[in-house]
């Protein structure tokens, strides 16, 4: 996996704040050791106990995303 942008930051700020589409994931720690996960188009929101999980749910969601609107 690569962990290079692409875009400039502001272009990519500027696609994640538009909305509907799933452009940026996080994965935030919380106070009681769990993780925090979200997606920008706001329709995904889950937790996960390891950021390792939670970076795997976010992978998850956007495949799930991207085959549903491939089809």
């Known amino acids: ?8 930051p502001r272009e990519f700020l500027s696609d994640a704040a538009s909305g509907g589409r799933c452009d940026a994931q996080s994965v935030v720690p919380l106070g009681d050791g769990s993780y925090a996960c ?15 999980d939670g970076l795997e749910l976010a ?9 549903q609107k491939s089809s």
């Open 59 to 67: 992978r998850e969601h956007v495949r799930q995303t991207s085959r």
């Open 1 to 8: 996996m690569s962990d290079i942008l692409h875009d400039s």
């Open 38 to 52: 979200g997606c920008c188009c706001q329709n995904w929101y889950a937790s996960a106990s390891s950021i390792e």
